[in-house]
């Protein structure tokens, strides 16, 4: 059997002018600002012309913790939308933008897939409308204004030692993780050590995402910690004046951008921190716009449930105010199969036993969600490989978890494969049984608060940091940051801090690296296990297939 490529479909596409799509929510043409024809962002005075609207309801998709096998998050966010439309709800689609880094690396794309895409695909995952490139921008103007303070004399007594902040791009990139700068004589300012990170974790991204208006993502600009004295005082970026030019650079990059599903709905793509090393969610401004235009607003939180969702409920929702009404928990029966051991080339035998003894990584996840106090459904993103013995086991097993995981080939079909989840998320975001609130309250301990995510979420027995990190800690709660959440950087692909064990660990530890204060963001990211803030290409990288063809046409983007 032979399938059109994602990337085939995606150009088959019969898109509609953007101008129509923002008819569709009621966005006047003179409040898009087109990048071609076929994207768009909205302009900060409609946007401030929403405030007295009342909010539709916010649907958050989410996933079992990913495996080699593909789950389909974003193909099922968009799926659902377009099933939302279907069935007669006003609907409105949120992600996340791409990062070159992953787009060359191993992803090689991230815009859904199969008929459940967003379009123009080439474009959103390459340069899109600059977004990314003007964060980059804005973030290492900073490091060049520190550099260049301490080089005409040091005025703000910056300890060379203490300068916290790093530079960043949007590209995996190993050999920048840790250099030296400033080498080569007195011209070229003082040596010091430092390094580089993906755009996707820079503090910059993290404001942009959750940042209300340019004012106030200015003021956050401004309280960025960037270094420290000899004394251990902090050092803002305002003291080093760079605020102001930072968010003249981010002023359009701060507008949602608008572009639209293969079925002509519109989408909302805007921000993209990654959820292993950063928050994971799209931006707030993109995701408030959306519930003042649409009955439905549905959105992602990246890779699994124990990352991108714990962000979305105890960061982006807490910071935002946002009350989500349902989540939806991705899952694949080959998913399944491959967290009860089955090796990724057996995954298209059926192996009923393997589906059983794989589900409870997915019950974790649910039991999670549910804790939240947020109603939930699973979509089982259907392969053409899975037998109904083996999507029974599922269902069977998902109903034994107190709720109910729905079949869905919206890959195949589009939004007529999906139109029984739509259905569900329906009844449950209409039912009223959503009583949202974070695990952890504001004024806990930033050392337990990481704990209560670790044991509660994770199902750890502990969290292991040295007295350096505890220490650096209770520093950050007496300078009055103990306030702030706790974001995670850990390995995706496990409950634990080990990419390996798949299932539903317990009893394990969680190790803590190395932390950071990201107080313009408004959290403290703890690093734990070997995850990388740069990470590195693969041995076969994706950018060696991404190629244009005879035609010009993009190939190896999928």
């Known amino acids: 059997m032979s399938f059109k490529t994602d990337i085939e479909i995606a150009r088959e596409a019969k898109k509609r002018p953007i101008q129509e799509i923002g008819t569709k929510l009621g966005i006047p043409t003179e409040h898009l600002l087109p990048y071609g024809h076929d994207k768009a962002k909205i302009s900060q005075e409609f946007i401030k012309s929403l405030a007295g609207k009342k909010d539709g309801k916010l649907i958050l998709v989410t996933a079992i913790n990913p495996t080699p096998a593909g789950e389909g998050k974003t193909t099922t966010t968009v799926g659902l939308g377009d099933g939302l439309n279907r069935i007669g709800k006003k609907a409105v689609v949120c992600i996340r933008e791409a990062s070159l880094g992953p787009n060359f690396g191993m992803k090689g794309g991230a815009a859904g897939g199969g008929y459940a895409q967003v379009v123009p695909m080439e474009e959103m995952n390459l340069h899109f409308t600059g977004d990314f490139h003007a964060i980059t921008s804005a973030h290492n103007l900073l490091s060049a204004m520190i550099d260049n303070h301490i080089y005409w004399g040091n005025d703000l007594d910056i300890d060379e030692r203490r300068v916290a902040w790093r530079r960043v791009m949007d590209m995996n990139d190993r050999a920048l993780r840790d250099i030296v700068v400033s080498l080569g004589g007195v011209s070229n300012g003082f040596p010091r050590q430092t390094g580089f990170d993906i755009t996707v974790a820079s503090e910059v991204m993290a404001i942009l995402c959750l940042s209300n208006d340019l004012e106030d993502l200015q003021k956050r600009l401004g309280d960025i910690v960037v270094a420290y004295t000899r004394a251990k005082k902090p050092i803002y970026c305002r003291d080093i004046k760079a605020d102001g030019a930072m968010t003249v650079l981010l002023k359009d990059a701060m507008q949602p951008n608008l572009v639209q599903t293969l079925e002509n709905n519109p989408a909302f793509v805007h921000g993209g921190p990654f959820a292993n090393i950063a928050h994971g969610c799209n931006s707030v401004i993109a995701t408030k716009t959306a519930l003042k235009l649409g009955e439905y607003v549905v959105t992602e939180a990246g890779f699994g449930a124990d990352l991108g969702a714990e962000k979305f409920f105890d960061i982006k929702c807490r910071k935002a105010g946002l009350k989500p009404s349902a989540a939806v928990i991705v899952a694949t029966v080959r998913a399944m199969k491959m967290n009860g051991g089955v090796a990724k080339a057996d995954l298209g035998a059926e192996n009923v036993e393997a589906v059983k003894k794989g589900c409870p990584n997915l019950g974790r996840h649910i039991?999670?969600?549910?804790?939240?106090?947020?109603?939930?459904?699973?979509?089982?993103?259907?392969?053409?490989?899975?037998?109904?013995?083996?999507?029974?086991?599922?269902?069977?097993?998902?109903?034994?978890?107190?709720?109910?995981?729905?079949?869905?080939?919206?890959?195949?079909?589009?939004?007529?494969?999906?139109?029984?989840?739509?259905?569900?998320?329906?009844?449950?975001?209409?039912?009223?049984?959503?009583?949202?609130?974070?695990?952890?309250?504001?004024d806990m301990p930033l050392f337990q608060k990481l704990e209560t995510i670790a044991k509660r979420i994770y199902h750890a027995d502990e969290v292991i940091a040295d007295k350096s990190i505890r220490d650096q800690l209770k520093t950050w709660e007496a300078q009055g940051y103990g306030n702030l959440p706790i974001c995670v950087a850990k390995t995706q692909y496990s409950f634990t801090t080990d990419p390996t064990v798949r299932g539903a660990p317990t009893g394990h530890t969680v190790p803590v690296r190395e932390v950071r204060l990201s107080a313009g963001a408004g959290f403290v990211v703890a690093i734990c296990g070997e995850i990388m803030t740069m990470p590195g290409l693969p041995k076969v990288p994706s950018a060696e297939v991404i190629k244009l063809n005879a035609e010009g046409n993009v190939e190896g983007l999928f």
């Open 367 to 442: 039991g999670n969600v549910k804790s939240f106090g947020v109603p939930v459904v699973v979509a089982i993103n259907h392969f053409f490989s899975d037998t109904d013995a083996e999507i029974a086991a599922v269902q069977a097993y998902v109903a034994e978890q107190g709720a109910e995981a729905i079949l869905c080939k919206h890959w195949a079909h589009g939004s007529a494969g999906i139109e029984d989840l739509a259905k569900k998320v329906v009844q449950l975001a209409e039912s009223g049984a959503a009583n949202f609130a974070p695990i952890y309250p504001d």
